[in-house]
């Protein structure tokens, strides 16, 4: 049975071109990276830890479509448990624009912007990363990395406490969507990477990861979307791929948000004035 891998203009930013776990890549078969190596990472709450997320402007997170009861990002975080009171900010959501052809069954365009209540503030611990151009998809037997504070293990139900990750292996879509993998159930399109095992050894990405990054070579190149079970090897984790499509449309709903925004402020400020006018005018 396929589940989600969850429980329930720009601004410059810093463009990463490298981006590792110290520890080695040795989530599922992953390992604790180095406190804010990954300063982007952005952990998503409802009423608990629930997904994963990417910070690409100090205004937006990108993350799955499917993470539609977040209420507040939660970014600088490397232990969930640990206060870390100098190097996390918390921010509200301010508002949701998940893809307008996101397929909940068909887990098609499983990507979501979420706009924050006011910019973060980049430090050492809290960078952006840059949406490039876009990129071509990785070839087959491709590794890429993964992470997230997600489940370590099929049977734990429990998010782990520190930031995990993992190389995944890039699979052919077409082996994926064979008899033995995927099966067409659901079909694995041209919007999606299939990444996991590379035959040998266990590599995944579990609940609780939805929404986190896929890095290929350093740039961000898809999100985490579903998988059946954790871990399988003929049952590799499947993310959005952030196709030309994808990322002009990221762009453009970004834009209109701005726009909008703006004409609100001032259409507000307007507003202002005229009531300060009239309560002026009553006085005299």
């Known amino acids: 049975m396929s589940v989600m891998k969850d429980f329930s203009v720009f601004i410059p930013c810093v463009f990463l071109l490298i981006v590792q776990s110290s520890h080695g890549s040795e989530i599922i078969g992953g390992k604790e990276v180095e406190p804010h190596s990954l300063p982007f990472m952005a952990l998503l709450e409802s009423t608990k830890p629930n997904c994963g997320g990417t910070l690409i402007d100090p205004k937006w997170v990108l993350t799955a479509a499917h993470c539609n009861k977040t209420k507040k990002v939660v970014l600088g975080v490397h232990s969930i448990s640990a206060q870390e009171k100098n190097s996390r900010q918390v921010l509200k959501v301010k508002k949701m624009y998940p893809h307008p052809c996101y397929d909940e069954k068909e887990h098609v365009n499983d990507l979501m912007l979420l706009k924050l209540d006011k910019p973060a503030k980049q430090t050492k611990t809290v960078k952006c990363i840059k949406l490039g151009n876009p990129i071509k998809e990785p070839m087959s037997g491709s590794k890429c990395l993964v992470a997230g504070w997600g489940t370590t293990k099929n049977n734990v139900k429990t998010m782990s406490d520190v ?105 507000h400020q307007c507003c202002i004035r005229t009531l300060v006018g009239a309560s002026l005018s009553a006085m005299g």
């Open 163 to 267: 930031l995990m990750s993992v190389n995944v292996t890039v699979i052919d879509r077409v082996k994926c969507n064979s008899p033995d993998y995927y099966n067409y159930k659901p079909v694995i399109t041209n919007s999606m990477i299939c990444a996991g095992s590379d035959g040998k050894n266990n590599a995944d990405t579990c609940q609780g990861d939805s929404g986190g990054p896929l890095l290929c070579n350093g740039a961000l190149v898809g999100v985490t979307s579903f998988g059946t079970k954790c871990g399988l090897i003929k049952k590799p984790g499947v993310y959005a791929y952030l196709t030309e499509k994808q990322l002009n449309w990221i762009k453009k709903t970004m834009k209109k948000a701005e726009i909008e925004n703006h004409k609100w402020d001032r259409s």
